[in-house]
């Protein structure tokens, strides 16, 4: 059942665990940020993926600049994430059973409305002309788009991490989270600070949605197998925690790829087996914290 | 002690009229819907042991049943007789629920959904991908229904008797589970998880033995699932049909035992019946089952979170008051209370 691969094989594969970590981290973060500050199991946030990637397919299409292609759908998917917590989410706040039926039920019409407008037909955008080639070391190749994949997820967990941890919208977050009424009291508006994640956690699955198009393709179903990759990564890494997010993110990255190289048939059982490690072993994830 | 109670008697009749549904219906695709909807409601009932009593709602039930269509149909396919594909059937299901329930019951609320929702997932993609076992997305064929005593199962009302007596069948045992102490107990860990636990409950334990009584009934409608269809694809254990069988419990209701018949009623009836055909909107939307699916969920959520039943009994008597002169009692008053 195993297959052998050769090292240079290996080499790719790793390039590739890489490339694949860094969009999970691009989109699991933003899973993460509304999952752990805001308890809302966004189970649209592979739709998000799905529709930025199909914003970007036409955006591609009608010549636009690969990088503004990217940031314009993830704005254009951070309005709607946001008029839907505004709208319909905000009356559920801390019911987690209608929350699940609206962000599923949202999701179902989310991929009907784009396999009407984008068919079922799989897009591949091809990867912006300066990210086309590869790069040669250690008498190896190596496409430059999967590096570049990495860069922008390394740089975006960066800036993340900075905002959550050092800035005063950070500190106003996680005021916010830890204790709503006493934000409020002290003139933090807990409500619009809500609304500004769902955004932004929109905003990065729509631009995950975009840098994976040329590597993933875009397909109807997308969505759903995003999904829970992105549940493994939370559940694997801990909800709330950056960091694990982005631990959990390149360890699925790695399963993924060798699992898939190597046992072919198991790759999707080899993605569970850490999943039910951390279980049994720590159930609150790698880096989570313990809610009492 | 004998005497016909009229609750008796609005069973018995209602018996008597599922017996009598194919002579009456007589048009066989309309018998194979019916048939459909028992199965359907032998799942959504399954599912409700968990939503319903036990407070935890599993988006992973498409993968058990699955799991047991697909246990059916391989070792039918490897050449072995029914019984043995029966048995399988319900011993691997009842096993899938055991990891299942190992997994996800280390917790409640969110996380139990996610993690059956995960694992129902996972289940997919085995179908899907690991073709070398079950042929991927061309799925497995079932090509001989069951005897079971030499009646053949082959024809539309045959089947739809069979159906029907495996359907009795579940909801007597339901209704025997939930009336027993084990159900007042899995309730009780509903509603009062910490004080069930001081009263020495093993509340783990509790969810645990019903998830696998939820497990065994979903393994037997995935048996009848693959005996109906006499197919078995990567679909049947998509994260849709996961969310169809909680619209089935969702929309009857949920914890009671004819809320989900309904619903299993109301969803099948809703993606097979041509309905509102010529309706422009309406036809185009039944069409689209996943749109309708997902208009429906946001729907139950904005307007009637009880469920559709209870949720439009609710409506039209409201709209009916509205429409007399005054209602007796103002209608905000227990909005008003706390």
Known sequence: MMTQITAAQAAILAINSLALGGLLF??????????????????MHGSFFM???????TLLGWGTNFWLAAVLSGL???AIGGVIERLLLRRLEGQVLPQVLLTLGLAFIIADICL???????????????LRGAVTAFGMFFPLYRLAILGVAVVIAIALW??????????????????????????????????????????????????????????????????????????????GSLLGTLVGS????????????????????????????VLVLRPQGLFGKVVP | MNRLTPRGAAIGIAVLVLAALPVWIGNPYYINVASQILLYAVLALALNVMV???????????????????????????????????????????????????????STGIGFLMITLALGQIVWGIAYRWADLTNGDNGVNVTTRPAPFGISLASADAFYWATLLVFLLAVVTMAVFVRSPFGASLRGTRDQPRRMNALGYNVWLIRFVAFLFSGFWTGVAGLLFIYYNQ?????????????????????????????????????VIMKNVKLFENWWILGELFTHWNMMLGVIFVAIVTFMPEGLVPGSVRLWKRGLQSVRKRPAVPAKLEERAP
Do not use: C
Request: proline fraction near 5%; charged fraction near 5%; avoid cysteine.
């Open chain 1, 26 to 43: 691009l989109l699991s973060s933003g899973f993460s940020l509304i999952f752990g500050l805001m308890r809302i199991p966004n189970l």
């Open chain 1, 51 to 57: 529709l930025g990637a199909y914003f970007g397919v």
């Open chain 1, 76 to 78: 254009a998917v951070a």
């Open chain 1, 116 to 130: 009407m407008v984008w068919t079922g037909d799989p897009y591949q955008p091809s990867a912006p002309s300066e």
């Open chain 1, 162 to 239: 900075i905002m959550v941890d050092w800035t005063r919208l950070g500190a106003m977050i996680r005021a916010g989270v830890d204790d709503p009424p006493i934000a409020r009291v002290v003139g933090i508006k807990v409500s619009q600070l809500f609304t500004l994640i769902f955004s932004l956690g929109a905003a990065l699955a729509a631009f995950a949605g975009v840098m994976g198009a040329p590597y993933l393709s875009v397909y109807p179903g997308l969505d759903f197998e995003m999904l829970p990759l992105a549940l493994i990564v939370v559940i694997l890494g801990g909800s």
């Open chain 1, 250 to 277: 390149f360890l699925i990255g790695v399963l993924y790829n060798f699992g898939q190289a190597l046992f072919p048939n198991l790759a999707y059982v080899i993605l569970f087996l850490p999943m039910v490690l």
């Open chain 2, 52 to 106: 319903g009593y036990g407070g935890l709602v599993s988006l992973g039930h498409a993968g058990l049943f699955a799991m047991a269509g697909y246990a059916g149909a391989l070792v039918l396919q490897a050449g072995h007789g029914h019984l043995l594909a029966d048995l399988s059937a319900i011993v691997v299901a009842v096993a899938a629920t055991a990891v299942f329930g190992l997994l996800s019951l280390r």
């Open chain 2, 231 to 267: 197919f078995v694809s990567p679909q049947v254990a998509a994260l849709q049909a996961s969310a169809e069988a909680l619209l089935m419990v969702i929309s009857g209701g949920t914890a009671t035992l004819l809320g989900p018949i309904v619903g299993a009623a109301i969803v």
